[in-house]
């Protein structure tokens, strides 16, 4: 897998949109080199999606299709191997269950809604690498 230096927190709620267009990324970390397919399932996977769009394999197609067109040098191996980076960190992280576990006064509606958006989607993701 190819590194480069990453925005570090691409992610949905960091990617603002006017109308169909791009207006900002906001919301960085400091600089570092990391995955390319890190960055990409970032966004082409993210959990609110998968379980809010019923064609987000399609959607997230699309979107790899747009990332290749705008970095024509990117290797199809890190677009094809970001659904799997992706479900490995959803199945691996343990955000949000630590905090709803170990600090469950921090553990609003919204952040259970969160974990239980990532549960959904890791076993949605997970169906989608083992096909």
């Keep these: ?12 709620p960091n990617v603002l949109l006017r109308g169909d267009e791009l207006a900002a990324v ?7 080199a990391g995955y390319v397919s890190w960055e990409i399932a970032r966004i082409a996977y993210d959990p609110r999606t998968v379980v809010s769009l019923p064609s ?17 040098v990117t290797r ?18 343990t955000y949000p269950l630590a905090t709803i576990l170990g600090e469950p006064g921090k553990a ?9 958006a990532r549960h959904e989607a890791a076993l949605a993701m997970l169906e989608l690498v083992r096909a």
């Design 1 to 12: 897998m190819t590194t480069q230096v990453l925005h570090g927190d691409l992610a949905a």
């Design 26 to 32: 906001i919301d960085f970390q400091p600089p570092s």
């Design 56 to 72: 987000w394999p399609e959607a997230a197609e699309e979107l790899l299709e747009a990332y290749r067109h705008a970095n024509p």
């Design 76 to 93: 199809p191996d890190d677009l094809g191997s970001a659904i799997v980076v992706g479900t490995a960190y959803v199945l691996a992280s």
């Design 108 to 116: 609003d509606g919204s952040l259970r809604r969160y974990g239980r």
